[in-house]
């Protein structure tokens, strides 16, 4: 585990005389500020527990290739306000994408993340009911209920989050050009069905390969 065996200032730099960049996917946003604060080098956030950026990107790539615009499209996430939930706020809301977020009670978005969200103007929705938010809406997306670090929860969340399971009929309530979304893996039968993962407006293997684009498209600019 980083940062165990020597102190994380110290593992920053090392790398950053081997490198010219760190794309760490790490457990706790803490680990990617103090490589951010000690590296001389780039750092990119492959994943925390706080956000998932590089996913966002490649996300809002899928939504441009599919609607060619961001602008005045609705994006609804349905399930648990997590890493994936923040950075879909920070990066598809920036580009003039409205979000709502369907969760239930004691699992919204963290509070300040929204509040930048919204202090950078973007409109943010945060509603209990999954219909609600899906409505009108051009893009659904959903993510796991229970993350990395969370797994001796997975059964008490299957329970809390049934309600907001995205099926055919949540879809059927969305703009009828509407796309599927989801960061993978997914489990099937719980906050998908597979016969929506399946569907024509399932554009989660375009998003899946746009990871490489993205991906690719970020280090060519930090490396210039
Ligand atoms: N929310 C998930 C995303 C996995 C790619 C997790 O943090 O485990």
Redesign the pocket.
């Known amino acids: 585990m980083v940062g165990e065996r020597d102190p994380l200032k110290d593992v920053a730099r090392n790398l950053e005389r081997w490198t010219q960049g760190i794309v760490a996917r790490v457990f706790t946003q803490q680990t990617i500020d103090d490589l951010a604060q000690w590296a001389r080098v780039p750092v990119v956030n492959a994943?925390s527990?706080l956000y998932?950026p590089c996913?966002a990107l490649a996300d809002v790539q899928t939504i441009r290739e599919r609607f060619g615009r961001w602008d005045g499209l609705k994006l609804a996430y349905v399930g648990?306000g997590?890493?994936?939930a923040h950075s879909l706020m920070l990066t598809a809301g920036r580009l003039g994408m409205s979000i709502s977020v369907a969760c239930p009670a004691g699992y919204e978005p963290n509070a300040a993340i929204v509040a930048q969200a919204r202090a950078a103007g973007v409109t943010v929705d945060i509603v209990s009911e999954a219909a609600e938010a899906a409505s009108g809406a051009h893009v659904i997306y959903t993510?796991?209920w229970a993350?990395?670090g969370q797994e001796s929860e997975a059964l008490e969340r299957q329970r809390i989050f049934a309600p907001y399971q995205v099926d055919e009929s949540l879809m059927a309530r969305a703009a009828s050009d509407a796309i599927f979304l989801h960061?993978?893996?997914a489990k099937r039968g719980l906050e998908v069905t597979d016969a929506v993962m399946e569907s024509p407006q399932s554009a989660i293997f375009d998003q899946a390969e746009n990871r490489l684009h993205a991906q690719k498209a970020l280090l060519a600019m930090l490396l210039q």
Do not use: G, K, T
């Open positions: 994943l527990d998932h996913q648990d997590n890493n994936v993510d796991v993350s990395m960061c993978l893996p």
